[in-house]
């Protein structure tokens, strides 16, 4: 934000503000849609693309908004210059000015010049962008041709990417949202916890003739995956012996050659990636090496296209029809003006089922801050808690919280229109759909104590407590996302739409989206508590609550 001014400084806040105190009671869907037949064609956007073939509609009318609200919203996106924040974001500034780094994850689904993509003008990205992305199409395919052999001379059919936060969170989540395009003889597994349990069981499935691991880390010194990668290259070796079968067995995905050639693999089997690609937007870089295995490197292509035409959606559509600046302003409206402190992404798609988790690291550590990027502390709420499930499965969980719970909480639901799996004639996906539709329907209009009545009758009428609790007040929002399949350029872009909500956010709230001070102190503690653990009479400097439970652990350890 380049105004150094807090989100509630801005007039258009102070409108949003006095509308919500004024009007707040007369945003009634129920109503809303009475008096207006044409809110949904108003408030719904398409976004289409030919290649890769991405259709995705944006339903946003059942939200407690009207013209009024929504003209105040865009207003507050204008006077916080987020349009002017996106630019310099495209234009390679340092908008990470924490850590005074260019944030360009967007380059890295940017086509070359030649092949229509424009220009990053920063420090040399494309070029390196397509060194990389060749590396990565090339071992990929020697991989998934067999042609790259173990030190036994057996082809690989076992990869075990080693990594966490975004050197994790990505991978798995695309490599589940596109396992429909994966080549089903190699085996894909993740170890992210230090829990040596993590390892072990993944380990327990392998074969050190037959197993690749890619260890996944930007800075490579991140403790549970250089640990977890130093264990299994112990495993990998007491098979294998010799040092030298290291290369056929391990690479690395980082920004560290230093760290990378210091744990023993070779700058040849390493893909470099740039400080530029933050952790939590990074499948889009080396770090996607599992997915383009798993996927091909086409398909993984196809995943940067889809996103990079949601990029040019974001940097050219006027705010209005701009699905990102939709999505994250209708998000601010609930955020800070109702109060509501969470955002459930509810995807009614199988493969989705780690969508919610991946953003919970992409919106949680971009947007979890207290003060602004001029260090004022912020007297709004700010980043959301992310949560949710894949459809139905969360409604025989949760739902009945949102439906009926005391808690506001604004849902995004997600579906395909076509399925990547029409078994029993479609049926399944008939019904899951059915849910899909119900559910916004359910929420935005809930069911009155007359209709409770007529439904129970005038005998079990006259049990008022049931009455009351068979009552659905309604008027809970959410947004529906319809697209056509997931494709992978069709995942792409949503996940790229999701990611630039995140930044329209971070910029009107002022604060810095691309930075993680927050995981800092925790890791710092416990290195230096892991130094005491041995000995009882090293722990100090801790509370007495500390110090009890690190005592407990001690007397209790190897029982
Ligand atoms: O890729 P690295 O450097 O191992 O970091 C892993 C993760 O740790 C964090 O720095 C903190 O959780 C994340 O931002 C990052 O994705």
């Not at 809303?32 to 809110?39: G, H, K, T, V, Y």
């Not at 030190?151 to 990417?161: H, L, S």
Request: with cysteine; net charge negative; hydrophobic share 40%.
């Amino acid at each position: 934000m380049a105004t150094g001014k807090l989100a509630s400084d801005y007039e258009a806040w102070k409108k949003l503000q006095a509308l919500y105190q004024s009007k707040r009671s007369s945003y009634v869907l129920k109503d809303l849609f009475a008096a207006d037949p044409e809110r949904f064609s108003k408030y719904s956007v398409e976004f289409k693309t030919s290649a890769p073939a991405v259709d995705i509609l944006l339903d946003y009318s059942k939200n407690l908004i009207d013209t009024e609200v929504l003209a105040g919203l865009f207003a507050l996106a204008r006077e916080a210059n987020v349009e002017q924040f996106r630019d310099d974001m495209f234009a390679g500034k340092h908008i990470n000015t924490s850590e005074d780094r260019a944030v360009l994850h967007i380059a890295l689904r940017n086509p070359p010049v030649s092949e229509g993509g424009w220009d990053i003008k920063e420090e040399g990205a494309t070029t390196g962008v397509q060194e990389v992305l060749a590396h990565m199409k090339e071992f990929s395919e020697q991989i998934r041709s067999g042609s790259w052999k173990g030190y036994t001379g057996k082809a690989i059919n076992t990869i075990v990417n080693i990594g966490i936060g975004g050197s994790d969170l990505g991978p798995v989540m695309v490599t589940e949202a596109l396992k429909h395009y994966s080549q089903r003889n190699l085996q894909l597994h993740f170890v992210s916890n230090i829990d040596g349990t993590d390892l072990a069981e993944v380990l327990r499935q392998c074969d050190p003739e037959t197993t690749l691991f890619i260890v996944a880390s930007k800075t490579f010194t991140t403790q549970e995956t250089i640990t977890n990668a130093e264990s299994a290259k112990e495993w990998f070796l007491t098979s294998a012996k010799d040092k030298a079968h290291v290369a056929k067995h391990f690479v690395a995905l980082s920004t560290n050659t230093e760290g990378v050639t210091a744990f023993g693999i070779s700058e040849a089997n390493m893909f470099q990636f740039w400080d530029w690609v933050g952790g939590r937007y990074s499948f889009w870089s080396a770090i996607g090496l599992s997915i383009a295995i798993s996927i091909g490197f086409d398909n993984f292509r196809e995943v940067l296209n889809g996103a990079h035409e949601m990029d040019k959606h974001f940097k050219s559509t006027k705010l209005e029809e701009n699905l990102p600046v939709i999505l994250a302003l209708v998000g601010i409206w609930y955020n800070d003006f109702y109060g509501a402190q969470t955002q459930a992404l509810l995807p009614y798609d199988q493969y989705l089922h780690k969508f919610a988790d991946y953003f919970q690291q992409g919106d949680m550590e971009s947007n979890g801050k207290t003060v602004t990027k001029d260090g004022s502390r912020v007297d709004y709420e700010t980043g959301p808690i992310i949560w949710g499930q894949s459809g139905t499965n969360g409604q025989h969980a949760f739902y009945q919280l949102i439906h009926q719970g005391t808690k506001l909480i604004p849902c995004d639901f997600l579906a395909p229109a076509e399925t990547l799996n029409p078994i029993a004639g479609g049926k399944h996906h008939e019904i899951l759909l059915s849910n899909f539709f119900a559910q916004p329907e359910a929420l935005a209009f809930g069911k009155t104590e007359q209709q409770v009545v007529q439904e129970l009758g005038p005998k079990q009428s006259q049990n008022a407590a049931l009455v009351k609790s068979k009552i659905f007040e309604g008027n809970k929002p959410t947004n529906s996302i319809l697209f056509q399949k997931l494709t992978p350029g069709t995942l792409g872009a949503l996940v790229a739409l999701y990611e630039h909500k995140i930044h329209v956010q971070g910029a009107i709230w002022g604060i810095n989206s691309y930075d993680q001070m927050g995981v800092e102190l925790g890791k710092v503690l416990a290195k230096a508590i892991l130094k005491q653990l041995p000995d009882p009479k090293d722990v100090t400097g801790h509370d007495s609550s500390t110090t009890g439970l690190i005592h407990w652990y001690q007397a209790h350890r190897n029982k």
